[in-house]
């Protein structure tokens, strides 16, 4: 059985970028359904006792409940670890160095990423990944994420931004993009440098 993780810090500890209501909410509600969600679709098929790597990686082989829960379920589980009240500045050392290499810059790389969370149109995630041993950024429908058979851009995502209007909307309302600003003074750079090491 998939269980919810708990949070890594309070719900208010992102504040004020991040509202604990929408923490509690996001957290205890939006992501608890897609892990309740997620068991009974693998019930009793052949997606029963599969990690949640194995369903992404044949993910075209499961129902789309699997296919959205599942991927809702694997999100969220990193979400939580990108964001950090010890958050924000930029990368260092190997990783700053190689997202310099492939974007010109650190602010080229935000540039390129906060333009694939901005068009992301309706519901959806942007990325950065390792694809191919090269730095890319993406975005998927969605629950969709890069390491389903049907994604795009196939890759380990290091980093990823929920832009679901659950994810900002008591906060923020419609200004998705002063949302995606926020967020960069929370982003967990250490996880991402630890996620980026383990993707080589």
């Known amino acids: 059985m998939f269980e919810l993780p708990s949070l890594p810090y309070e719900f208010a500890a992102l504040e004020p970028h991040i509202d604990a209501r929408t923490m509690e909410i996001h957290h205890g509600?939006?992501?608890?359904?897609?892990v309740n969600n997620?068991?009974?679709?693998?019930?009793?098929?052949?997606?029963?006792?599969?990690?949640?790597?194995e369903l992404m990686a044949n993910v075209s082989k499961h129902s789309m409940a699997v296919r959205n829960n599942g991927g809702g379920h694997w999100n969220h589980s990193l979400f939580w670890q990108l964001m950090s009240p010890a958050g924000g500045g930029n990368p260092e050392g190997?990783?700053?160095?190689?997202?310099?290499?492939?974007?010109?810059s650190v602010e080229s790389f935000k540039e390129q990423f906060n333009t694939a969370?901005?068009?992301?149109?309706?519901?959806?995630?942007?990325?950065?990944?390792?694809?191919?041993?090269?730095?890319?950024?993406t975005s998927t429908p969605n629950q969709d994420n890069p390491l389903m058979d049907i994604a795009d851009v196939k890759g380990t995502p290091i980093l990823g931004?929920?832009?679901?209007?659950?994810?900002?909307?008591?906060?923020?309302?419609?200004?998705?993009?002063?949302?995606?600003?926020?967020?960069?003074?929370?982003?967990n750079w250490k996880k991402v440098a630890?996620?980026?090491?383990?993707?080589h």
């Open 161 to 187: 931004l929920d832009v679901w209007e659950h994810a900002y909307y008591l906060h923020y309302q419609n200004r998705r993009p002063d949302y995606i600003n926020a967020w960069w003074n929370v982003v």
């Open 38 to 53: 997620l068991n009974n679709a693998v019930k009793g098929n052949a997606g029963e006792g599969k990690s949640l790597e």
């Open 94 to 104: 190997k990783l700053l160095a190689d997202i310099t290499a492939a974007f010109g």
């Open 117 to 137: 969370a901005t068009t992301r149109f309706g519901s959806g995630w942007a990325w950065l990944v390792v694809h191919d041993g090269k730095l890319v950024v």
């Open 29 to 34: 509600k939006h992501h608890q359904a897609y």
């Open 194 to 199: 630890e996620l980026y090491t383990a993707a």
